[in-house]
């Protein structure tokens, strides 16, 4: 029916039919698209053609998804002028524009490309973008004449670029539909605002031209306003290019097996990200925005501060009070907050600051930045500048360097529980003084309270000998100059238990110190008396305690310093992999971490479950020995002394979480002995076994190391860069032990004293059963639920799971 419309168009109508019924990607001048017919990419993951959407009968040229089975539009062309029959002709006409004309050859939309081509072709390309090439040019890596790209509708797919080109001044940004029959740009818009090349990045959510939703100012390294938001996540990676060229965030997939986009929803007044689930054939929300009430940009009102959990929600800082007290009290909180005592501005150096933690940054807009200045520079240039309101780090990527100071009053300041970032708000001297003289009477008091405590605590332990205080108890201003102050940029890395600095102490030696985070919520009595006991562990594969802290909500722990760092730095780094491309070193890491754990569990006098072992919490020494870490942590944290048990407080990392723990909350020693098996697999495969992509197959690491053993080639597992240093029998025997250690029920696991005797012996070894969790999904399914964001990364999880 449609092929005799061709011969109106088209100038060789058969080479048109065959080549249309064998899915094209592109046509030339010749050609033509009319309503009936589409392109499809390469690959076959999009397709262009007229759709009508929703109940409307309205026609529109658009892109969707063609690998999947709900009809997804990522982009239209006519926007705003519809077709109202099936008269749309896509071409390129004898200029070299492409234009899709309606009834009566009327234009309805062209794409305005930058010159005529000599000779033209428009190609809808597999990552779902339609470009206009010259032919001639012989340049199929780029140099498009128009991209779709270019003009966003609602959706932003990987690849695209959200932000300004500066050289042309072309603006990428996404518009809403105005609803689900009509796709003409609604209220709702997303880009990133033209502001000064000297100011911060940042991501607008726009209705009605009124900011409505910020992403925090990009810190190099993540959005403030989202800091679980990992640059690098199993899902996709995404970056913020800044340069004098360009402004710009994009993303990438991690794995091709994945499909998701961000998309703008009117409907919803959300920004979301989705992610397509194949088992259920449907999009699932992954993340969304705003995520909750206090990122309603300025509901606080100017210099407010917005926490979660607080009832109400909005407060003034410390050095603020509201502007109108009736108004605030009746949550009326628009005037916002201002000073309690003006600023001494004029006399220089009579202002202060105080730092505020765990902050999303203000709104980015009045903002300076300079990348090469270091912090005390940056603290120089805000109190020489009487408009200047506070100052911060600019760039955690750059090792925690660099300035960036805002000016006028701070808007849209939101407090996260954890995990935020440090902001010095400018005050006057006066009110520094008087903080300063509350803070010194509440610092007397609890070390007042300290003493006692631990004399009781002493007391307690009766039977207990003096060496239970033996454990150095470091003054907190002495870990805070050795850290100077906890910079970030003396940051060695983050879990769930929190942030681990390093220090040197006046006399060089050096440590690393974990900041507890606050929310541990245990006694001063139960931490010293768990933290004496743990101290006395002692074991060449534990790392060592040296210390703790614990004065006003501060808990700290105080370790031997690690030169060498994680495991993780170097078995998933292809660079730094090679100094670790021997086998007798990695079997020597596999046998140190399993003579560690055995101890834990059973030799020691505790009989400790780990609950978070990963290849990030093994630390290797100067010659490379392995020594586990954040052991016992979880023990204090949740305060129990079960060997086994049932709990509701979750402690673990996705990727190394055995079924029944990560299902239901059952740990056992058992469940260590699964994490323990993910990380023989991951030594020896150099893989991750979260986030591990394979052409063939969808299964994670274990799935693909159990496939290859009923395969009967279990030694493809091996790293390459392991090469010929290989023991054959040495690496099957452990594949096997890791594959007994991560099957599916924990009774059949061996417990940690038969793994080290299998792995140092050459006993017979049981034939593995199905490991638990080998595919993605699998692990997907069994997931413990944490609100409605996903948090996939390579961190510790804690929480408190509702069942
Ligand atoms: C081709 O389309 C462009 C854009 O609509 C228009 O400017 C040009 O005049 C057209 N050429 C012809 C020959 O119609
Ligand atoms: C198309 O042309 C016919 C005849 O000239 C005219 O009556 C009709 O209104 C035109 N339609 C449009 C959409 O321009
Ligand atoms: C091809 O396109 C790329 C990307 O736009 C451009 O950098 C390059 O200079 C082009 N090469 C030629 C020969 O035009
Ligand atoms: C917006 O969200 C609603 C409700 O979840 C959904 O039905 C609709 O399809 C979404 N629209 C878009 C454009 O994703
Ligand atoms: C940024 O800071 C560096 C170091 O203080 C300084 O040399 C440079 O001039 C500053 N750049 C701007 C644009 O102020
Ligand atoms: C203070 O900063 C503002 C904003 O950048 C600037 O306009 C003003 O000139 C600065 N004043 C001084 C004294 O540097
Ligand atoms: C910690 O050190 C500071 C500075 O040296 C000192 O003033 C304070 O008294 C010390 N606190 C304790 C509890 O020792
Ligand atoms: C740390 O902060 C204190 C006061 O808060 C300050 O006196 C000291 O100079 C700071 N130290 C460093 C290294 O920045
Ligand atoms: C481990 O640390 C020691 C001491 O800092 C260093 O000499 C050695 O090169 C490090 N090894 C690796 C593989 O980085
Ligand atoms: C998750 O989303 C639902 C519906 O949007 C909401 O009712 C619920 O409170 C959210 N849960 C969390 C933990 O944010």
């Not at 009989?607 to 020995?625: C, G, P, Y």
């Not at 020594?627 to 673990?652: E, P």
């Amino acid at each position: 029916m449609a092929g005799l419309c061709f011969l109106v168009f088209s100038t060789s109508f058969l080479f048109l039919l065959f080549t249309l019924s064998f899915a094209v990607d592109s046509i030339s001048p010749s050609q033509s698209i009319r309503d009936g017919n589409t392109l499809v990419s390469s690959y076959g993951s999009f397709e262009l053609g007229f759709f009508s959407p929703g109940i409307s009968k309205n026609r529109y040229l658009g892109i969707w998804y063609k690998n999947i089975p709900v009809k997804t539009v990522v982009w239209v062309a006519n926007r705003c002028n519809p077709i109202d029959d099936s008269s749309g002709v896509l071409m390129i006409n004898s200029t070299g524009s492409l234009v899709l004309l309606g009834q009566n050859k009327s234009v309805v939309w062209r794409a305005s490309s930058v010159k005529n081509a000599r000779s033209p072709m428009v190609q809808l390309l597999d990552s779902g973008n339609l470009v206009l090439r010259d032919v001639t040019d012989g340049n199929s890596s780029g140099g498009y004449l128009w991209q779709s790209f270019d003009h966003p509708s609602d959706t932003l797919l990987p690849e695209m670029k959200l932000g300004w080109d500066l050289r042309t001044g072309l603006k990428r940004g996404l518009s809403s539909w105005k609803n689900s029959a009509d796709p003409c740009p609604g209220e709702f818009t997303v880009g990133i605002e033209m502001v000064e090349l000297h100011a911060y990045p940042e991501i607008y959510m726009w209705k009605g031209g009124a900011k409505f939703c910020r992403s925090g100012p990009w810190n190099g390294l993540r959005f403030s306003g989202a800091p679980e938001l990992r640059p690098d996540n199993p899902t996709y990676s995404f970056d913020v290019v800044y340069n004098d060229d360009e402004v710009y965030q994009m993303y990438n997939l991690q794995s091709k097996s994945v499909i998701s986009i961000l998309v703008l929803n009117g409907t919803t007044s959300t920004y979301d990200q989705l992610t397509w689930n194949e088992a259920e054939k449907n999009w699932r929300i992954y993340t969304s925005v705003p995520r909750d009430f206090c990122d309603r940009y300025g509901l606080c009102g100017p210099n407010a501060n917005c926490v979660i959990g607080e009832s109400p929600v909005c407060k003034c800082p410390q050095g603020f009070k509201p502007k109108s007290l009736e108004k605030w009290n009746s949550a009326d909180w628009e005037l916002g907050c201002v000073r309690n005592r003006p600023l001494s501005c004029e006399e220089r150096d009579k202002d202060g600051f105080v730092k505020f933690t765990n902050l999303k940054l203000p709104d980015s807009t009045h903002s300076w930045v300079n990348k090469s200045m270091n912090i005390k520079e940056c603290r120089a240039k805000c109190l020489n500048n009487c408009t200047c309101m506070a100052y911060t780090n600019a760039d955690i990527r750059g090792g925690g360097s660099g300035c960036a100071l805002w000016f006028g009053d701070l808007l849209d300041i939101k407090k996260f529980a954890d995990d935020g970032q440090d902001l010095y708000i400018r005050m006057s001297a006066s009110e520094l003084e008087e903080e300063d003289d509350g803070k010194a009477k509440t610092r007397i008091i609890k070390d007042q309270l300290k003493e006692t405590d631990i004399r009781e605590g002493n007391q307690k332990n009766e039977g207990s000998q003096k060496e239970d205080l033996e454990l150095p108890l470091f003054n907190i201003s002495t870990i805070a100059s050795a850290t100077d102050n906890f910079s970030d940029y003396m940051k060695l890395g983050e879990g769930g238990f929190g942030p681990v600095y390093r220090g040197t102490l006046a006399d060089g030696q050096e440590f690393a110190v974990k900041r507890l985070s606050r929310s541990s919520g245990q006694g001063f009595n139960e931490f010293m008396n768990e933290i004496t006991t743990i101290a006395k562990l002692q074991h060449r594969n534990l790392v060592k305690i040296l210390g703790c802290c614990v004065q006003e909500e501060e808990k700290m722990l105080i370790y031997e310093y690690m030169a060498n760092r994680s495991l993780d730095n170097f078995i998933f780094d292809q660079t730094r992999g090679e100094l670790l491309s021997d086998w007798p070193k990695r079997f020597n890491i596999i046998c140190g971490i399993a003579r560690g754990l055995l101890y834990l569990h059973q030799d020691s006098r505790l009989r400790i479950i780990h609950r978070d072992l990963k290849a990030s919490n093994v630390l290797l020494d100067d010659e490379m020995n392995p020594k586990i870490s954040d052991f016992g942590l979880a023990r204090m944290l949740t305060g129990g002394d079960q060997t086994q048990g049932n709990t509701k407080r979750v402690v673990g990392t996705y990727g190394y979480m055995a079924p029944e723990y990560a299902a239901d909350g059952r740990f056992s020693v058992k469940s260590d002995v699964f994490s323990f098996g993910i990380l023989i697999l991951e030594v020896i495969s150099g893989r991750r076994n979260k986030g591990f992509y394979h052409p063939d197959h969808s299964h994670n690491l274990i799935g693909h190391a159990w496939s290859l053993w009923k395969e009967g080639r279990p030694l493809e597992l091996i790293d390459t860069l392991l090469g010929s240093s290989c023991n054959p029998s040495e690496v099957l025997r452990s594949i096997q032990v890791g594959l007994l250690c991560v099957q599916h029920h924990p009774e059949d696991r061996p417990s940690m004293a038969s793994v080290v005797i299998m792995l140092g012996s050459d006993i017979a070894l049981a034939q593995p059963k199905q490991p638990g969790f080998f595919s993605e999904r699998e692990h997907e399914a069994g997931r413990p639920h944490i609100g409605n964001e996903s948090s996939t990364n390579e961190i510790s999880i804690s929480l408190l799971e509702p069942r």
